[in-house]
Each structure stands twice: as C-alpha cells, then as structure tokens.
C-alpha cells in the first residue's frame, strides 16, 4: 500500500472545508522552477486521491507548477453533509484562484472522470480557468445513466456491510467498464486499498451527476477552450456522452486516445501528457 504524503498545504473552499495540495510529484526535486507556463491543477476521479496523477505529475512538472489535490471526502481533505456536487465545483474553484493569485495569471486545470465534471463546473464560477482539459468526464448521454436503481441498491447494501472492496470491484466492473481480469490486476495493485477505502464516496457522486447541476445542458455557457479526452477503446457511454456535450461547448474539441480506456494517465501516460500539453501549448485567442 502506498504510505500518504503530508500535503504542501490547504485550501478552504467557501463552506469552509479545507482542501489538500501536493505540488510537482510531492517531493521538492518534483518541483518546477519558475516557468511561463500557466500553473496546472490535476483533479482527480471517482474514489481516487491525488496519488491518481503520480505517473504523469512528473512530466507535467517538468515544465510548469502543477498541483494536485485530494477532493472532499477522501485522503486529507475534509468533508461535510449534506453532500452536493456544487460544493466540489467551488472547491476546484477556490483553488484556482489561490494558484492564480499567487501566479498572478490564469490556471489550467486536467480533470479526470468525475474530477472533469468538478473541472466544468469550476468553470462557471471563476474567470481564473484558462483551459481545460476533461477525460472522460461528460454526462451520459441522453436517455442513458451510468448506473441504474438496481446498481446503486446493490452498492449501498455493500457500503453499509463494510464490504469496501466489493462494493470497489463493483464500481470499476459495472460503471467504469473493466473487465473481470482487469478488475483482478487492479485489486494486486498498491492503490487498490486506497481507492477502496474511499469506494463508498462513489455512491454519492453517481446519485449527484444524474441530477440537473450535473447535466450537459448546464455547461453550455462554458466560453473557455475545453479539450475532450476520450478512450479508443471505451464504453461506448463515455464516448457518446463526449460528443453530447462538445456539441454545446463554445470552444471545444475531442482527441481519442487511440487503444485506450478510462486510465490513459497510467497506461499511456507519455501519450496522455503529449495530448494535454499539445492543447494548454496552443496560442489563445479571444472568444465571444
């Protein structure tokens, strides 16, 4: 199992729940000098912490600050409930405009999974978000769900036995699409208890992006530039919610990660840092 770092500091989002922050790789040799970059932000998905972006920190930090953080609810950061999407919005947002005010310019910020449904609401609240880049992380198309009644009853009764690792196995087979032998690898894994012990913050968050704050039609007044990352070869769910909601983005655009799924970050992550780093790189220009 992999030991938690002690974070860099904290951010209070604006209930007052403090937010964790690791910069470069969490070590001060992961650390960028000064650089003409904007500072990146990494916001990781489901059941995750910051660890998540640990193969690919490095490479961003090589040129340009990057922090990564731990989303309420898990690791070091805090939590509160009720529990509402809105308030991971504003916590993305905050800190942004922390990074901003301290880089005195904008921020960019990589969202995987539900971290880039956090990432597109972050940017409807803060003028500080300069590009973002979202993989896999769009509604479900119309008339499509990630998860059903059923599902949900089934990962509730194994949240409330204990049962962390099965309602894990769930998760990753039944929403995010692995298979059986992918679930094994995973599970030999030293991230595996990790992500298990925050399975149950899962549940949430599927109730949370069925509802109206979480919907494609709430992100059609995103003016900034919006990359889309999709796998190759994923469900079809994410690549069809993809397009759904690039059709609405004022400035958006799609990249498939050729022979890919919902994890490019690990399994291909100079692939997955070229594509990102292709996109934040590219000259800005001024939209309605």
Not at 86 to 114: I, K, N, T
Not at 251 to 276: E, I, M
Request: include cysteine; proline fraction near 7%; hydrophobic fraction near 45%.
């Amino acid at each position: 199992m992999i030991e938690p770092a002690t974070p860099d500091g904290f951010v209070e989002s604006p209930d007052g729940t403090p937010i964790a922050w690791w910069e470069g790789d969490g070590s001060a040799a992961g650390r960028a000098g000064p650089s003409p970059r904007p500072p990146l932000l990494l916001v990781h998905g489901a059941t995750a912490d910051h660890t998540a972006f640990r193969a690919v920190a490095p490479r961003f930090a090589a040129a340009r600050r990057v922090i990564s953080i731990d989303r309420r609810g898990r690791g070091a950061s805090g939590d509160q409930l009720p529990y509402a999407i809105e308030r991971e919005y504003e916590d993305v947002a905050a800190v942004v405009d922390r990074l901003a005010a301290e880089s005195d310019g904008p921020v960019d910020v990589v969202g995987h999974s539900f971290g880039g449904r956090c990432g597109l609401g972050a940017a409807l609240l803060t003028a500080n978000l300069r590009r973002l880049v979202v993989y896999e992380g769009a509604p479900a198309p119309a008339g499509r769900s990630f998860h059903d009644e059923s599902l949900l009853a089934e990962l509730d009764e194994l949240d409330r036995a204990g049962d962390d690792d099965g309602l894990m196995a769930a998760f990753m087979s039944r929403v995010v699409g692995l298979s059986a032998a992918e679930v094994a690898a995973y599970r030999a894994t030293p991230t595996w208890p990790i992500r298990a012990a925050a399975a149950g913050t899962a549940i949430r968050e599927l109730r949370a992006e069925a509802g109206r704050d979480a919907g494609v039609e709430r992100f059609g007044d995103i003016r900034i530039p919006v990359l889309q990352l999709v796998g190759g070869n994923s469900p079809t769910i994410f690549s069809a919610g993809t397009r759904e909601l690039d059709a609405v983005l004022a400035d958006g655009r799609l990249t498939v990660l050729t022979g890919q799924k919902h994890a490019a970050h690990h399994t291909s992550p100079a692939l997955f840092v070229a594509a990102v780093e292709g996109f934040l790189d590219e000259r800005d220009t001024i939209r309605p």
